[in-house]
């Protein structure tokens, strides 16, 4: 469980609102990286914008009490049946399969990039 900084008993509501929009940006980002219908561009930005060291991604992270290689972690694993979901499953297996597919294929691209890179050298 994620103790999120927005459910901490006597945060000012400013700091609550602020956890809760970031948040809902990295909820965002999840959803476009794991979009059956998103564009491959779309998609495979959201993944490295997830994946990628250095980005915004693990500062808002760590803003809203959450350590962001636990959730890169858990978008990549298959899911545990035995976990308690909420009722409103945004984040199916089929989600989790497409993320870790776009994953694999940034992963690829940021390969041959950096294969790209090291011959020009």
């Known amino acids: 469980m994620i103790d999120f900084i927005s459910t901490h008993p006597g945060a000012d509501p400013q ?7 970031l948040a809902a940006v990295i909820a965002q980002a999840i959803d476009d990286a794991s979009n ?3 564009p491959a561009g779309e998609a495979l930005a959201a ?6 060291k250095g980005t915004p991604f693990e500062k808002y992270a760590n803003l809203i009490g959450a ?3 636990a959730i890169r972690d858990a978008l990549l694993r298959s899911a545990d049946p035995h976990e308690v979901k ?30 790209l890179v090291r011959t020009e050298r």
């Open 86 to 115: 909420p009722k409103a499953e945004r984040f199916d297996e089929s989600r989790r399969r497409k993320l870790r597919e776009n994953y694999g294929h940034w992963l690829k691209r940021r390969e041959l990039l950096e294969k």
């Open 67 to 69: 350590n962001p290689q």
């Open 36 to 38: 059956k219908h998103a």
């Open 47 to 52: 993944v490295n914008w997830i994946f990628s």
């Open 15 to 21: 700091t609550v609102a602020g956890a809760r929009l």
